[in-house]
């Protein structure tokens, strides 16, 4: 591993300094106020900057840079040796412990998640117990020993041997490292096998057109319409229990909105009243106190728009202002309470989808006055400088209202029209060839991450409008090398 920690940035410190005291990624995140998502884009970042294959070998780097402490017993807790050992006899040992205590800022990983994550996996996130060093020979001169020349011994074999542990852990790791490259598991293009997907209960009374946000591993399902009625109803769906539980309606009834979920908030901005007026509201909801709240209104009146947070930020693109399509980029800051304006989209349109994948937002199909969208624009929210908009590879066919869910590194698209299923790969700048969705599955472009798993609401192949269907995501793995 390099030594260098000088090319890490403060952001990739924090986490790196996380990541060594025992924090999982959605600890991290929670911790830092950042998606998820971020999390593992910053730490394969880290990784390749500091030449680590594992959380452990990172943890190495960050004891030897100093980014964390290894916790010593205090001095006046250290006993004076007092042993008695012949001259010929060198088998004397003096222990020595290595605290590994995780903070207590962070509570226990919940034992109830699946092992694989829902998106690709980085590093695995499970604690690595230090061993206990081997018994170094004692010294000749420690035959008798007492007070403070005793002490300052045993201090010196305490260093050294803590110095003998962390080199062998290093050399141990380095020696592990002839790891292959992720080798990833058939993409939903190439095989949508009908064992991925899951029908749930129907819901019971379904709507259209609403926000969904995922949060504290349940769904949130806000507004819309019900019929030709626009509601303000809030229902959380706990995928676990399969059940619904209608919560605390949303000030204002609305339709045609998305939803966010930033430091435990959900957010959602806009939207369309039941006589079609477009709003500028923003208002958000905390799940724990269950109360909702008011914000600063947008820059101007939007629904349909696309939404994406970043880095605790929440970016909304394009969408309808009730006359026209719009391609104006809303940046609000939660902490601030502030929204901003970005450089607007090549493209205006609204029914997009949006997906963060690797520090990039895709902003993909939806629909102007030309009619359905093979749009595919790539933002990046890190650029200071130049231009932030990419057109990157179009879809293969116009997709009006597509549901877009970003994984670590790639986008999955679902086209309810055409009832099919395809993935972007940034890395390629390619689409898969779309794909059949079973026909007793529901969909419409309201989806969402959670778990290992994607959820999608909508009618089904038979029009059974209140179906709920669940895909489980194909990640991938790392096999290791293990030499005989």
């Not at 542990?165 to 095989?191: H, K």
């Not at 670590?408 to 390629?428: G, I, M, W």
Request: net charge negative; with cysteine.
């Amino acid at each position: 591993m390099s030594s260098d920690s000088a090319q890490i940035s403060e952001r990739e410190r924090d986490i790196l300094r996380l990541v060594a005291m025992g924090a999982t990624n959605q600890q991290i995140a929670n911790q830092l106020n950042i998606s998820i998502n971020t999390v593992k884009v910053h730490l394969r970042n880290i990784f390749e900057k500091i030449g680590a294959a594992s959380r452990t070998e990172a943890t190495v780097f960050a004891i030897r840079q100093g980014l964390v402490q290894l916790d010593r017993t205090p001095e006046a807790a250290l006993p004076t040796p007092s042993i008695d050992v012949p001259p010929d006899d060198t088998s004397a040992v003096v222990p020595i412990e290595v605290s590994s205590t995780l903070p207590k800022a962070f509570p226990a990983a919940s034992t109830s998640a699946p092992a694989d994550s829902p998106l690709i996996q980085l590093a695995s996130a499970e604690p690595t117990t230090l061993a206990e060093p081997a018994p170094l020979p004692a010294d000749a001169g420690v035959v008798g020993a007492a007070g403070s020349s005793g002490r300052a011994r045993l201090l010196l074999f305490a260093a050294l041997g803590l110095v003998v542990l962390l080199a062998g852990v290093v050399i141990y790791l380095l020696l592990q490292r002839q790891a292959p490259n992720p080798i990833a598991s058939p993409t939903p293009a190439q095989s949508a096998p009908s064992s991925r997907w899951k029908p749930h209960s129907a819901w019971p009374e379904p709507r259209t057109d609403f926000a969904i946000a995922a949060a504290d591993n349940k769904l949130y399902l806000i507004g819309g319409a019900q019929g030709d009625t626009v509601s303000a109803a809030v229902d959380r769906y706990d995928p676990s229990k399969d059940q619904l539980v209608a919560l605390n309606a949303k000030p204002s009834a609305v339709r045609n909105v998305r939803a966010v979920t930033l430091g435990g908030k959900i957010y959602v901005p806009g939207g369309e009243t039941q006589d079609g007026k477009v709003l500028a509201i923003c208002e958000a909801y905390d799940p724990r106190t269950k109360q909702w709240e008011s914000l600063p209104p947008l820059p101007g009146p939007r629904s349909r728009y696309a939404l994406a947070d970043f880095e605790g930020q929440l970016y909304l693109f394009g969408g309808w202002d009730g006359t026209s399509y719009r391609g104006e980029v809303f940046v609000f800051d939660p902490r601030a309470k502030t929204w901003a304006e970005s450089t607007p989209m090549r493209t205006s349109r609204a029914n997009a989808g949006a997906a963060l994948v690797e520090e990039r937002i895709y902003v993909i199909g939806g629909e102007n006055e030309s009619g359905a969208l093979t749009t595919n624009e790539r933002f990046d929210p890190t650029n200071d400088s130049g231009s932030v908009w990419e057109s990157v590879v179009p879809l293969s066919e116009p997709v009006a209202a597509p549901a877009v869910v970003g994984t670590v590194n790639s986008v999955l698209l679902f086209d309810p029209q055409k009832r099919t299923a395809t993935e972007y790969s940034p890395t390629a700048d390619a689409w898969q060839t779309p794909v059949p969705v079973p026909a007793d599955i529901g969909l419409s472009s309201r989806a969402a991450a959670l778990s290992t798993s994607i959820f999608l609401f909508g009618p089904d192949g038979t029009k059974q409008l209140g179906a709920v269907s669940e895909y489980q995501v194909l990640y991938s793995t790392l096999v290791p090398i293990i030499n005989n």
